[in-house]
């Protein structure tokens, strides 16, 4: 939680579109795309799941889930990163 309260983007609306091909990013900071190779692990949370690269983090909350299904959404992650499930 400490590493998130520090991001540029906490607390602010950031519009994330996932796809097959990586992330797209766009908030008050600007756009951003990346590939799936730079979050190679996720932590799947009852709440969310949190990708993850060193000390680089992306908080992905179940309830900001605009289009498909969470079922898509835990499918497509787990397809391009190592998921650890901590709850369900």
Known sequence: MRKLKKSREFGKEVTLIVSDGGLEASGPNGRSSVKWSAYPRSVRYAD???????????????????????????ALVESKTQMRTLST
Not at 49 to 71: C, D, F, K, M, V
């Open 48 to 74: 969310g799941i949190l990708l993850t690269r060193g000390s680089a983090i992306r908080w992905l909350p179940n309830s900001a889930l605009a289009e498909g299904t969470l079922p898509e959404v835990l």
